[in-house]
């Protein structure tokens, strides 16, 4: 069973409109963390946003923002007032406790398109 | 912040040659994983090591092998390569001894392997 689904390959925005990625997990771990990436062409793999399972708040970071609903194992990504320069890859993430060994298991992406 | 330092970031090796991939973590992580991006795929855990011994095991073939050092560095070593080993190859840091351990973990930038 997948344990990340991202079920957009592709996503197309408007410069200065939000966009929402969705991300579901499967988890038994109690203790996870689940993480938003950028990869832009270049390849680097940049950290967006971090949410903790017993956080209790959603995680916000600038114009991101990780829409966390535990019950549903959702951890949808939402980027306010798109810029050209967010178009690229975006990998949902999870890191188990113990159980899983601590590894990061990716989602397969989802690739954002943003227009002018 | 020092970061993840991987290197080379570029290596373009012929079939059936051999590659090592070194990677410096961040100062004072203790536990290093390793991912291979295939060409338009999502990272996948190949292997990690928690304070010099090998923790965790994913999808690497027999034909590589890796290490952590004394000094905490981490070598990816590859041989009989093939074609399908062109990826991106991904070095990732963390400390386990942090009462979050579920927390980020640190990329670097990646190692780009052309296998011709």
């Known amino acids: 069973a997948q344990k990340i689904t991202q079920t957009q390959p592709g996503m197309f925005v408007q410069e200065k409109e939000a966009v929402t990625l969705d991300c579901t997990y499967d988890t038994s771990d109690p203790s996870y963390g689940l993480f938003w990436y950028k990869q832009p062409s270049s390849g680097e793999m940049i950290f967006l946003i971090y949410?903790?399972?017993?956080?209790?708040q959603n995680a916000t970071e600038g114009r991101y923002s990780l829409n966390f609903q535990k019950a549903r194992k959702s951890a949808n990504l939402v980027i306010s007032a798109s810029q050209l320069g967010d178009s690229a890859m975006y990998f949902c993430?999870?890191?188990?406790?113990?159980?899983?060994?601590?590894?990061?298991?990716f989602g397969a992406g989802t690739r954002l398109f943003v227009k002018a | 912040a020092a970061g993840v330092i991987q290197s080379p970031r570029h290596l373009i090796k012929e079939k059936r040659e051999t590659a090592t991939l070194k990677c410096y973590p961040i100062?004072?992580?203790?536990?290093v994983y390793w991912y291979q991006q295939g060409p338009g795929q999502d990272p996948q855990f190949l292997i990690s090591f928690y304070e010099k011994m090998q923790s965790d095991k994913g999808s690497i073939p027999d034909r590589f092998s890796a290490q952590q050092f004394s000094d905490y560095h981490s070598e990816l070593n590859m041989s009989s390569l093939e074609l399908g080993d062109s990826a991106l190859y991904f070095c990732a840091s963390s400390s386990l001894t942090r009462q979050d351990s579920t927390a980020e973990a640190f990329f670097g930038q990646g190692t780009r392997l052309t296998v011709v």
């Open positions: 993430a999870m890191r188990e406790g113990q159980t899983g060994g601590f590894k990061t298991i």
């Open positions: 949410q903790g399972s017993y956080d209790q």
């Open positions: 100062p004072r992580h203790d536990t």
